[in-house]
């Protein structure tokens, strides 16, 4: 979760020192979800999220390097600086993504729990979104679908209560976002985001339903950011500075888990300090990688477009593919 | 040979190649049990049983982004939609997702899917049914679009669609289905996508068409022969992209005459990039201006006679010939 935070941090300084472009959507205050979901996949379990990327990449296992040259637009960059900060990928890591379209991931979560249960392995895909992405089409269309084909897939509502400027109170109709399920009768649950523990414990349990009886479910998760819906938004017009002082001071997940992990004596002031440092040390690591970088070349920007064009020697297709 | 229709050569392409690939699956709304809305797929739920033919609820979005997701991990889906005009309801999953996804990850990711289903007009079945978005689909860097104007055709472009690597949208029409030609049974005879097909050679205007209308380009060519004593070449495309504009080019500069023939709205039609590629590459070849027939620009009309007015016709065809050979 350090290495998370430090990671937003440094990426924030970096976009304001102007390396950056577009979006930077971040992801401080909600690390214990990313961190807590991931942590829990076994081999055949898979993971696929919007633009709010940079959490789930890290807690995969992708190199922060790659995360930040990629930031930057460098051909060092985990897709070769070609997607930017809402496109990471790994297939390795059975992470796929990544998306720019609220909720437009979501049918291709339900995707990969289909393709887990065709090629018969025991796994699960966990689909991410945020609170606004509940009132897309395409959700209810994947969730209809999850359900009626049984497939393993688990739908995760990261509810950091705003989608960019509008709460859930303007925003979404009806009792609650999890309970929407209910119409699909796919079982639903919620569980309090700023606690690591709590994330692990209801997310094992809805993943051994999907891994073991092929079983979705959608689980809401209460969590908060402390920046605004990108780097762009002022964040002024629709919350407080008393309340996100209230979640930074009070129901950080790293200053939760870091006085749990000192109450059990697992670690100490120093060796918190330590693993401070080091995740500090590593994102400014990974900013100097990305800084010496060099771009990709215009020669770069017609590849990775078609899977035959990159592979001319197993093309069969004759013709143009491209038209300049 | 034997004749099939071209219901049947979709039929058999599917069949071989779900026979050939596990990870291949058909699926779509109707295709399983009800044997398909246009009995492409009849049979096929016997055959193949309900892994392999998977009929959905309605939910172009929800299937179709399923299907890619799916194809992220190696499933081959072949979705179909029982008429072009629904791609709209999933044009993202569509045209972000299959058409971005290996862009965005710098190449890591790959979507070998297939869309197929019917894009036509001439059936009264009115507005919103009667698109044929080759022209939009192929405007998007990413997939590859496929309009086949024969039941062989339909069959060697199927095979080969479905193995590609990449995205694959194959356009079939509903007029066409009945439609019989010699397809053979060899079951490793493939078409290649991006090779077009000199149905009708000839010397004196090159049509450049694909689909329905080379029916009717070539229908128009015999009238032109008898009554005219003219010779026209009728090219088919069969694929839009990738372009066979080799054949193009090399039958403009024997001819020096050109008329696009499409069923399509003529804004940023296909014609209009081929009419822009060819006064781009063979400028000095042309004798005179490059002339199209497209659908008549207002959305599908129902009323049927009025509708056949408004698609390209054996008329229009013979009509618009005589301009350019007069121009």
Known sequence: MMR???FEERSLRAYQGKKIGGFLHLY???????VGCCSLMGADDHVITAYRDHGHAIAVGMDT???MAELYGKVTGCSKGKGGSMHYFAPSLNYWGGHGIVGGQIP????????VKYQGKKGAAMAFMGDGAVNQGAVHEAMNLAALWDLPCIFVI?????????????SSAGPGLAERAAAYGINWSKCYGHDIYEVRDTMNEVLQLARNEHKPSVVEIDTYRYRGHSVADPDKTYRTRDEIDDYRKNKDPLIAFKATLLAEGVLTEDSSSVIDQEARAEADLAAEFAEASPYPTPEDIQKDVYWEADHPDQRTSQGRLFFN | MPVLTYREAVRAALSEELARDENVVLMGEEVAQFNGAYKVSEGLLDKFGPKRIVDTPISEAGFIGTGIGASMLGIRPVMELMFWSFYSVAFDQILNNAANVRYMSGGLINCPIVIRGPANGGTNVGATHSHTPENVLANHPGVKVVVPSTPADAKGLLKSAIRDNDPVFFLENTILYGEKGEVSDDKDLLIPLGLADVKREGTDLTIVTYGRCVLHSLAAAEIIAEKHGASVEVVDLRSIRPLDFDTVLKSVAKTHRVLIVEEQKPFCSVGSQLGFMIQEEAFDELDAPILRVSTLDAPAIYSPPMETVQLPSIERVVAAVLKVLAS
């Open chain 1, 158 to 170: 990261e509810n950091n209560r705003y989608s960019m400027g509008t709460s859930q109170l303007r």
């Open chain 1, 108 to 115: 291709l979560g339900t995707g990969l729990a289909y393709g």
């Open chain 1, 4 to 6: 998370i935070r430090r």
């Open chain 1, 65 to 67: 390097k790659a995360l």
């Open chain 1, 28 to 34: 401080i205050g909600q690390e214990a979800v990313a």
